[in-house]
């Protein structure tokens, strides 16, 4: 049971180039979230999406997309990476919020030059 | 998150005294979490508090939730080595919308 995958683990960018960030949870959870953490701020949500064909914005959804087309996948994409998205990224997923727990990937350093 | 307050922001404790932290919203929570982050890893589940006044306790840990549901609080019991983290409470604001606080960094000396 592989619970909440993310992949890559490491990544570096130049200015302007795209990427996607990939989270696979195997737990048929519902709820899924994206976070940034940033030294000093905590984990700051980016967007969340509470079923498949449903996304909405965080407190931080600038320079982002998202979307949720299967249960399993949620990707984030940044389309034309700056300086400012350097961060480490966490993806998470809940089965029942409010009832249980959050359960966490193991997060992406993201460097952009 | 601006919704949640934690303070302090960073403490440095002896070993084997004991530390509290706290964690506050201007609203309603309906599910307050507590996690906890070593350094350049990922977050560990330690506590999950629903109901106003509700405590629970893990080893040395303890967390409770007032009876508003506006603040909770961390108590580590006679600190050792492995408290030493970052921690995190989170919040549900609205259905499947968790957010945190900016976290409380607690280093423990010999």
């Known amino acids: 049971n592989a619970g909440v995958t993310q992949t890559p683990k490491f990544q570096v960018l130049k200015t302007g180039q795209s990427m996607t960030l990939q989270c696979a949870q195997d737990?048929?959870?519902?709820?899924m979230s994206w976070y940034r953490q940033d030294p000093g701020m905590g984990l700051r949500l980016i967007h969340y999406s509470v079923g498949a064909g449903i996304t909405d914005q965080g407190e931080v959804p600038n320079g982002y997309n998202v979307s949720r087309s299967t249960t399993e996948d949620f990707p984030l994409r940044l389309l034309s990476a700056a300086p400012s998205q350097t961060s480490v990224y966490f993806c998470?997923?809940?089965?029942?919020?409010?009832?249980?727990?959050?359960?966490f990937g193991q997060g992406t350093r993201l460097t952009v030059v | 998150s601006q919704e949640l307050e934690q303070s302090p922001q960073s403490l440095i404790v002896q070993e084997g005294k004991n530390l509290t932290i706290n964690c506050t919203s201007s609203k309603t929570l309906y599910g307050l979490y507590w996690y906890k982050q070593k350094y350049g890893e990922g977050l560990i589940f330690l506590m999950m508090l629903q109901k106003g006044g509700e405590e629970k306790s893990h080893e040395k840990i303890t967390a409770k939730l007032d009876e508003k549901k506006q603040q909770s609080s961390l108590h580590i019991t006679a600190s050792q080595p492995s408290h030493a983290g970052t921690y995190l409470c989170g919040a549900d604001f609205s259905w499947g919308k968790l957010q945190f606080g900016a976290g409380t960094q607690v280093v423990v000396t010999p």
């Open positions: 737990m048929n959870h519902e709820y």
């Open positions: 998470a997923t809940n089965g029942q919020p409010m009832n249980t727990e959050a359960f």
